[in-house]
């Protein structure tokens, strides 16, 4: 499947954007990186359908109250996309929180937006 997207440095360009958009609270811009009809698959979350969920979490749901990503390496192949980074950050709670990620996201064919992303962290269980 061929996308919009055709370098690795376009592809890595617009993660980074992404990333940008989360860590400024910036949830209308970020939202627009997304199809109308994406999901997004979170641990602990039912799976979120379409840009009105992606944006209520990220308005009212999302338990980091502060964040910065770095990321540390992109993959494409063809139009997926593999991410992986650490984070910190601070809870709502005031609580200090870092961790290692990974998050794996499908481009849209027909344009430069994810049509589908699943993270995974790299947490200690209690």
Not at 1 to 16: D, F, I, N, R, S
Not at 89 to 115: I, K
């Given at each position: ?16 954007e ?56 992109v993959?494409r ?10 984070f ?39």
């Open positions: 499947m061929t996308t919009a997207l055709t370098t690795p440095a376009t592809t890595t360009a617009l993660v980074h992404f990333y940008r958009r989360i860590d400024a609270g910036d949830v209308p811009a970020l939202v627009a990186l997304f199809t109308e009809d994406a999901v997004y698959h979170r641990p602990g979350y039912p799976p979120l359908v379409g840009r009105h969920q992606v944006a209520h979490f990220y308005t009212h749901e999302r338990v980091i109250e502060e964040s910065t990503h770095r990321v540390e390496s993959v192949e063809g139009d997926r996309v593999a991410v992986r980074g650490t910190e950050g601070v809870l709502r709670d005031g609580t200090p929180a870092g961790w290692r990620y990974a998050e794996f996201f499908t481009l849209a064919a027909d344009d430069d937006r994810f049509s589908e992303r699943e993270t995974f962290f790299s947490t200690p269980l209690a």
